[in-house]
């Protein structure tokens, strides 16, 4: 009970803050708080999108109780549900079983291994451009740089990828909440996860003040419109690119009927590279992910 009262309590504040247009930023404590974020929007009724850092998926059983390990399947059985798209970057596989990537497959959410995000790490841009809600569990940093962490692993992201990402979150127009969880200061000696959590917050920051404002609904006249018809017209394109950042978002359709639920997000961000796909006759994927959730 007490559980769940704290959970009740964080969503109203958090629900309070929106109000002021106020952007929450939460330390804890254990990553099944992202529940208790998740309810916020439930309580404006925004439906969302949900970015979880993180080396596994937390994705639990449904007779499981909610704890750290177990919380993502209280987000997708919650109802009503307020979840458009959940994304997981940076999952490491050996920590993950096969059946939870098919689950995720068949949601049709997004799932990011480790070694391609560190791979090109700009492609997280679009990504963290997308999310209205960030949740960041420390275990998807290395141990040697961030020792105050229980389930801390020798692989993951390094310090300065991890501050990148968060950069990245802080500069996304629609990101409205953030959190950073599973920090133990038992098991930091030096306070050099302190240090580092202090780091990631500072560039979080950074970001956001550094916000360009320029999603595509605001004022089209400020972005040029691409259009690219793929596999002989099945499917036509519609791509904008920002004048003033040069970033790029591309037109996902839906239907008349549910214009309240995916107005938000029928316009996604992505890269020049998804540009090229279709231009290469292809379909790319993060518009092919969204189009099956319009459906």
């Known amino acids: 009970q007490s559980i769940n009262d704290t959970y009740v309590a964080l969503s109203e504040i958090m629900a309070i803050l929106f109000e002021y247009n106020i952007v929450p930023v939460l330390i804890g404590g254990s990553q099944d708080l992202t529940f208790a974020m998740y309810k916020a929007y439930e309580k404006i009724k925004r439906v969302i999108n949900i970015v979880s850092v993180d080396s596994r998926f937390d994705i639990g059983s449904e007779e499981q109780e909610i704890n750290a390990q177990a919380y993502v399947n209280k987000l997708i059985l919650q109802q009503p549900n307020y979840l458009f798209n959940y994304t997981n970057l940076g999952y490491q596989t050996y920590f993950v079983e096969q059946d939870s990537i098919e689950l995720m497959k068949n949601l049709f959410f997004d799932t990011y291994r480790i070694g391609n995000v560190r791979a090109d790490m700009q492609e997280v841009e679009p990504v963290m451009r997308n999310a209205d809600m960030v949740s960041i569990d420390t275990g998807a940093i290395r141990q040697s740089d961030f020792p105050a962490n229980y389930f801390a692993s020798p692989n993951g992201f390094a310090c300065d990828e991890i501050c990148q990402i968060t950069r990245y979150a802080g500069i996304s127009d629609k990101l409205t909440s953030i959190g950073f969880f599973e920090y133990n200061p038992l098991l930091d000696e ?103 959730k319009m459906i």
Request: hydrophobic share 30%; with cysteine; charged share 30%.
């Open 190 to 292: 030096n306070w050099q996860s302190a240090g580092l959590i202090s780091q990631m917050i500072w560039y979080f920051i950074e970001g956001f003040y550094n916000r360009k404002n320029d999603y595509p609904n605001l004022s089209k006249d400020h972005f040029i419109k691409y259009f690219v018809s793929i596999q002989d017209g099945l499917y036509d394109i519609k791509f904008y690119k920002s004048k003033k950042t040069e970033r790029w978002w591309m037109e996902v359709p839906y239907p008349l009927n549910k214009k309240a639920r995916y107005e938000r997000h029928n316009i996604i961000p992505c890269s020049y590279k998804d540009y090229e796909t279709a231009c290469n006759d292809d379909i790319p994927e993060r518009w092919w992910q969204a189009m099956k």
